[in-house]
């Protein structure tokens, strides 16, 4: 089983930087700078989401962030045979499974772990073999966290999605249960011995009460801080979802 940690990690998403990029085309901004730029605001990983359609990060920007990056990089992609492809030749530290569907804008849901757990099983065996931390994204949901768990899964990432809708659209009540679900499940999770991390959509506002969860070890974050950054500086926004974290969990 995974010990409390005392400091909560933060690892930085810098999909949304590619995002700009892409819009206009051309080489700015670069998304290993901003990757730099995390990590010297003290993010403690890179996060990089490389979709089939190549919407945001593309193959270059995962060749030079696995070279150059001193703090470790997770890779979050679909379960598919090209993807396992470029994961097991980059051998990244850490692999984050998740739906993908082309027409959604982001990722809107968690990962069927449950009905497709043989395939899932086979398809993480050989990243593991390489090294790498296999986390798979799923719903707050205690039959997708024994499956993770039983398909040998290191990580769950429990998805926030519906708990920062709640709250940023005002309805507390609905805020409120999801966020109690949250806690019961990151409690669940780690009693099987996986490591928890909450993610998607979180903010300044709705971070700090995932941040407080004993269990929680890690917390990735990516559009709302290079939307933030647009106003504040890159280095500023994660500086101060840092103090955030810290702040929750001391």
Do not use: W
């Not at 206009?24 to 998304?31: A, N, S």
């Not at 001193?70 to 992609?77: D, I, Q, R, Y």
């Not at 790498?132 to 966290?145: G, K």
């Not at 109690?180 to 709705?206: C, K, Q």
Request: glycine letters at 8%; a negative charge.
């Amino acid at each position: 089983m995974t010990d409390f940690v005392g400091r909560l990690r933060l690892g930085v998403n810098i999909d949304h930087v590619a995002t700009l990029r892409n819009a206009r085309g051309g080489m700015v901004p670069e998304p290993l700078r901003a990757a730099r730029i995390a990590e010297a605001a003290g993010a403690d990983g890179i996060t990089a989401h490389l979709r089939e359609d190549r919407r945001h990060i593309g193959d270059a920007d995962i060749e030079a962030l696995a070279a150059s990056l001193s703090v470790p990089l997770n890779l979050e992609m679909a379960a598919t045979a090209e993807m396992q492809a470029i994961a097991l030749r980059h051998r990244p530290h850490a692999v984050c499974i998740v739906p993908e569907k082309r027409e959604e804008r982001t990722t809107e849901g968690g990962l069927e772990v449950a009905q497709d757990e043989n395939r899932l099983a086979h398809f993480i065996a050989p990243l593991r073999d390489a090294g790498c931390r296999v986390s798979i994204f799923i719903a707050a949901d205690q039959r997708q966290i024994e499956a993770a768990h039983r398909i040998c899964a290191a990580v769950v990432e429990l998805h926030t999605g519906a708990y920062c809708d709640a709250h940023d659209e005002g309805r507390l009540a609905e805020r409120d249960a999801e966020l109690a679900r949250l806690r019961e499940m990151s409690a669940f999770a780690h009693s099987l011995g996986l490591e928890v991390h909450p993610g998607h959509g979180l903010n300044y506002d709705t971070v700090q009460p995932d941040a407080a969860f004993p269990e929680i070890v890690e917390i990735n974050i990516g559009h709302y801080l290079v939307g933030e950054a647009i106003f504040v500086g890159l280095d500023a926004s994660i500086r101060e979802m840092r103090r955030l974290m810290d702040a929750a969990r001391a």
